[in-house]
């Protein structure tokens, strides 16, 4: 049975870090390419960052700077390193898993794709809460 965990959500200020983890179960992990999505109620899930199982790695431009994704695969853990968050992270957060190959990366517009709908597997989700 896949099984994706979100951990490490929390209620932070304006400035603060986080680091969110996601334990990945159910399958072989090293074959898939993971991503960090977020959601806010009414809005469209965001991709945020993606990583394949190479750990090349591409990011929004709405993290990019900020935010780092990173991969254990011994733990088979997902990791989502937050840093200088605003109140506009406010949101809930979920890891995603998509059997490798990865069709994400950069549109020519330098744009990252992060596509919700190539991801198969998917976590409950995790609030994290930015305070100004």
């Known amino acids: 049975q896949v099984q994706l965990t979100e951990s490490g959500g929390d209620s932070v200020p304006s400035g603060g870090s986080l680091r969110l983890s996601c334990a990945a179960s159910g399958f072989t992990y090293s074959d898939y390419c993971m991503a960090w999505f977020r959601q806010v109620p009414g809005k469209q899930r965001e991709g945020l960052t993606a990583?394949?199982?190479?750990?090349?790695?591409w990011y929004s431009s709405s993290v990019k700077g900020r935010f780092t994704i990173s991969r254990d695969s011994t733990k088979k853990t997902l990791y989502l390193q937050m840093n200088n968050l605003k109140p506009e992270d406010t949101a809930m957060y979920y890891c995603?898993?998509?059997?490798?190959?990865?069709?994400?990366?950069?549109?020519?517009?330098?744009?990252?794709?992060?596509?919700?709908?190539?991801?198969?597997?998917w976590g409950q989700g995790i609030q994290v809460t930015v305070s100004s």
């Open positions: 990583i394949d199982a190479g750990d090349y790695t």
């Open positions: 995603a898993a998509e059997e490798s190959p990865c069709h994400g990366g950069y549109y020519k517009s330098g744009r990252a794709a992060i596509r919700e709908y190539e991801y198969q597997f």
